[in-house]
C-alpha cells in the first residue's frame, strides 16, 4: 500500500515536449523473469520495483508505461551532454554507415581527428592518448604504466576510493562491498582519506565548494589545520607501508563512488610533491570529475592547481557509448613501447566519432559553464534544506557533482539507517527524480545528471527532495 501523507508536493515536473515512442517490447513481469534466470545476478538493480526505461531524451528518462522522470545520475555520471544528443546521435549514425572498426593496427580518420582533439584540451605535456573502453581498463593501464616507466610497484591510494572493479583494480578501490574475498591489493597501500565531513579533521573554509561543512573553523588566514594534519597522516603512509621508492599515487580530484567527498584545498598540491619525492607518478583519475562536470575547470586537477603525470578518463568521454581513454606524456608512454600492447577496441571509429561529438557538444552548448552556474545555483538550494532538517548532515560538492549525506543527526554524524534512506530514494523516484548513493555506507545521495539540466529542473528536485524529506519526518514521528 502507497504510504499516504499530508505532505503535498508543491513543484510540477518541468514540461517537455518529446514523445516516447510507444514500448513494445516484452511485458514487465516477462523482463524480471529473463533478469533473474539469464542476467548475471551481480548486476545490481535498485528499487523495490526495478525500473524499465524504455527511452531518454536529454536530462529526461521514460519507462515502459511512458512515465517520465529527471535523471540526476546520468547513468552513473556517464551521459554528460543528455540522452540522445541529436549532435552525437546524427555523427554516430553517419559513422556506422561509414566504418565500423578496423583496430588501430591500421589508420583511419577518426582515430587521429580524435586523438589531437583531446590532447589539445590537456595542458603540455600531457599530450599522449591511450584509447581503451571503460574506466577500469584505464586505470588498470595508468598503474601499469606507472609500474612500468618507474620501475618500481607500490602505489597508494585513498580509503574510499573507486577506480574500478578489475582485479588488478581492486587494490586501490578502497569502498568495502566492492571487494571480493580473493588475493587483491599486493602492492597497493592505502592512506587516510582527508574526508573534512567525517574525518578526524575539518572545518568551515577546508574544501573548494559553494557549500562548507557546518563544523567551525579555527584556523588563522592563509593555514589549514586540517590539511596540515591530513599531510601528516599522508607522510605516515610514506614512512611505513610503501618502501622508499613508489610507483606512484592514484586519486579522484573528488571522490565519486564514496559520495562526492572532497578534500582540503592544497592538500593534493603537497601529496603530489611528497610521491614525486619517492619517484612516484602521480595519477588524476577524471572519470567522473572530468569534461567540465565540475563546473569551474574542464578536468578536475586543475581546481586543485596540480600537473599529474597520467589522467585516465571515461564515462563522460562519451555520453553513454563505451570508450575511456588515458593521456600522459610522450616519455611515460615510451615504457609501454619496449613490448607489444593493443586493445583491439580501443580507439574504435564509432567510439572516436562519438568523442569527438560530445566534445563539440559541451562547447556549442556550453556545457561546463551551465554545470556551474545551474550546480552553484543547486548547492546553494540544497544548503538551506541541510538548514531546516537534522538528518542532512552534510550537502557538498562543485558544479554537477553533488553529494548528501544523510544522518541521524549532525552531532553523531551517525550514517542514517539504510532502510529509512531507501524509503526517502524511493519517494523521490515515486515523485519523478531519480538519484544515485554512495559512502561506505551507502549513506549519501549522489547527484550527477547530464550536464544541460536547467534552473527550472533544479527547483523540481529541489522541491520533490523537500517533500521526501518531510513524508519521512512524519513517518519518524
Same mark, same amino acid.
Given at each position: ?255 565519486? !563512488? ?9 592538500? @593534493?598540491? /603537497?601529496? $603530489?610533491?611528497? =610521491?614525486?619525492?619517492?619517484? &612516484? ?92 552556474? !545551474? ?9 538551506? @534544506?541541510? /538548514?531546516? $532538517?537534522?538528518? =542532512?548532515?552534510?550537502?557538498? &560538492? ?80
Amino acid at each position: 500500500q502507497k504510504w499516504k501523507s499530508s505532505v503535498s508536493l508543491q513543484a510540477k515536473m518541468p514540461p517537455c515536449d518529446f514523445v516516447p515512442e510507444k514500448y513494445q517490447s516484452y511485458t514487465y513481469d516477462h523482463m524480471l523473469e529473463i533478469r533473474k534466470r539469464n542476467v548475471a545476478p551481480t548486476l545490481l538493480m535498485v528499487y523495490k520495483k526495478p525500473l524499465l526505461l524504455h527511452q531518454g531524451h536529454m536530462q529526461w528518462l521514460f519507462d515502459y508505461e511512458g512515465r517520465r522522470y529527471l535523471d540526476l545520475f546520468a547513468g552513473i555520471a556517464t551521459v554528460s551532454v543528455g540522452h540522445c544528443h541529436p549532435k552525437v546521435t546524427a555523427a554516430a549514425q553517419a559513422q556506422l554507415a561509414r566504418l565500423w572498426h578496423t583496430s588501430s593496427i591500421y589508420m583511419h580518420p577518426p582515430i587521429q581527428e580524435y586523438a589531437e582533439k583531446l590532447a589539445s584540451l590537456l595542458p603540455d605535456p600531457l599530450k599522449v592518448v591511450f584509447l581503451t573502453n571503460s574506466g577500469s581498463e584505464a586505470n588498470d593501464l595508468a598503474v601499469f604504466l606507472a609500474r612500468l616507466y618507474t620501475r618500481n610497484f607500490d602505489i597508494i591510494c585513498f580509503r574510499g576510493a573507486y577506480h574500478g572493479g578489475s582485479p588488478y583494480m581492486l587494490g586501490v578501490t578502497s569502498v568495502g562491498y566492492y571487494k571480493h574475498g580473493v588475493a587483491n591489493g599486493f602492492g597497493c597501500a592505502t592512506t587516510m582519506l582527508p574526508d573534512v565531513f567525517r574525518g578526524p579533521w575539518g572545518g568551515s573554509h577546508c574544501r573548494d565548494s559553494p557549500v562548507q561543512t557546518i563544523r567551525k573553523c579555527s584556523c588563522s588566514e592563509g593555514v589549514c589545520h586540517a590539511k596540515d594534519q591530513y599531510i601528516e597522516q599522508f607522510k605516515e603512509t610514506l614512512n611505513t607501508s610503501v618502501p622508499k621508492t613508489i610507483a606512484g599515487f592514484i586519486v579522484e580530484p573528488i571522490q565519486g !563512488v564514496n559520495g562526492t567527498v572532497q578534500y582540503p584545498k592544497d592538500f @593534493l598540491k /603537497e601529496a $603530489f610533491q611528497l =610521491v614525486r619525492e619517492r619517484g &612516484g607518478l602521480c595519477i588524476s583519475d577524471e572519470v567522473q570529475t572530468g569534461f567540465g562536470r565540475t563546473g569551474s575547470h574542464f578536468w578536475g586537477f586543475q581546481s586543485h592547481d596540480v600537473l599529474p603525470d597520467i589522467v585516465t578518463m571515461a564515462k563522460g568521454i562519451g555520453n553513454g557509448f563505451p570508450m575511456a581513454a588515458v593521456v600522459t606524456t610522450k616519455e611515460i608512454a615510451s615504457a609501454l613501447a619496449q613490448n607489444l600492447h593493443i586493445n583491439t577496441f580501443g580507439g574504435n571509429a564509432v567510439a572516436c566519432v562519438v568523442g569527438a561529438a560530445v566534445l563539440d557538444a559541451i562547447e556549442e552548448d556550453a556545457l561546463q559553464q551551465n554545470s556551474e552556474e !545551474v550546480g552553484t545555483y543547486m548547492l546553494l538550494e540544497l544548503a538551506k @534544506l541541510r /538548514e531546516k $532538517f537534522e538528518i =542532512v548532515g552534510d550537502v557538498r &560538492g562543485k558544479g554537477l557533482m553533488i553529494g548528501i549525506e544523510m544522518v541521524t543527526n549532525k552531532g553523531s554524524r551517525h550514517p542514517l539507517p539504510d532502510e529509512e534512506i531507501s524509503q526517502i530514494w524511493e519517494d523521490c523516484k515515486d515523485m519523478g527524480i531519480l538519484l544515485g548513493r554512495g559512502g561506505l555506507f551507502r549513506q549519501t545521495f549522489r547527484i550527477k545528471p547530464p550536464m544541460c539540466i536547467t534552473r527550472k529542473d533544479v527547483d523540481f528536485a529541489v522541491e520533490v527532495f523537500r517533500t521526501a524529506l518531510e513524508r519521512h519526518m512524519e513517518r519518524a514521528a
